[in-house]
């Protein structure tokens, strides 16, 4: 294929079949960020999704729904299977709107849900994928049908380049393009801040999901934690494990049974409002027992000047250095509390780390993920 001229505008598209705004999954934020950073330079982005839609589609002027793809909410990965069992459709029907569009570049925002071992992308249409999450023995075929199909391949964090050498996987031409945070709040002052160490409250973000380790996190709080715990608790259109957003929610709330004078379990935030509320908070907590790959609210709690305390797994501890804490997964739940005890009572460690944190983020803007993903994709 040949390369687009630099500075030429450019009609990109975007594929992942559970998108839609606001929707509480790290591609999908990806994606909105990347889409606003590229249109920010004065280029058009269409982003392709599975039906039915919605009412919130219209915050996405980009936003294409398939006719051909018609997904439950939540969805299971045995669902997109059974709507993608003849492909046929749903890869005319992708083509189709590529070509009235005059895409010039496709990005298929996972090998499956983003029908990267599909690949339908007319000739003449250049086309990367998204690498979002470690590869699985259970998935290398699919993986694999999507990284040949793809021309680049645009791993969120070099964790996941270092992760697919090891599980052997050539990963040398695979271009990084950072995840973005889609605002960045002003962080609180010393006083604020200060004010935050000695009686802010805990606040954490995430969709509800059993290996995020909320319901261990909030059953581990020690009887001397006594400033508020709040959990934003988001229910995803997708699980990859039938009933796990039930269990999470169920069991987080019968956390908040036992100490209702602390722990508050709280709706869904928009994707903006985000950073903003972790502008409030005295620390998070990334309480994941699996491998974070980047870790959209670590970056946002960083961005409000927000320390982070996390398990040494994953990328987190690399985004965060030494605006946060990590401490061995060995150590459990209570170890995060713990940690989370000690930096707060260290006055000058704490603002060492809140001062620290904004510059984690620098290279997490939309304008720099979309100049990383055009100088990728040309």
Known sequence: MGDLPLGEVTTIAFCLLTYRPDHPSGIERSIAALATGLRDLGHKVLVIAAGPGEPSDAADPGLIRLASVRLPRPAHNDDVLAALADPAPVMAEVRGILRDH?????????????????????????TALMAHNEIRPSSASTWKRAIDAADVVLPASPYLVEAAARAGWDSSAWQVVPNAVLVRPDPPGYA???????????????????????????????????????????????????GETGQVLAACRRQQERRPDVIRLLPALPWREVPGFFAGAAITIISSTSAETFSHTAAEALS?????????????????????????????????????????????????????????????TPAMAAEAFLAATR
Request: aromatic letters at 8%.
């Open 102 to 126: 005059r895409a010039d570049i496709v990005c298929w925002g996972a090998p499956v849900w983003g029908l990267g071992h599909l690949s339908p992308a007319p000739t003449g249409v250049r």
């Open 192 to 242: 604020e801040r200060e004010r935050l160490r000695r009686v802010g409250p805990l606040r954490t973000v995430s969709r509800a999901a059993l290996d995020k380790g909320h319901a261990g996190l909030l059953e581990a709080l020690p009887d001397w934690w006594n400033r508020p715990a709040e959990m934003v608790l988001a229910r995803a259109d997708f699980e990859f494990a039938r």
């Open 304 to 364: 409000a000047g927000t320390p982070v305390i996390t398990y040494d797994l994953g990328y987190v501890p690399a985004l965060t250095g030494a605006a946060g804490r990590s401490v061995p997964l060995g150590g459990g739940f209570a170890g995060l509390w713990e940690e989370a005890r000690a930096l707060l009572g260290d006055h000058d460690a704490y603002h060492a780390a809140s001062a620290a944190a904004p510059s984690r983020i620098e290279p997490h």
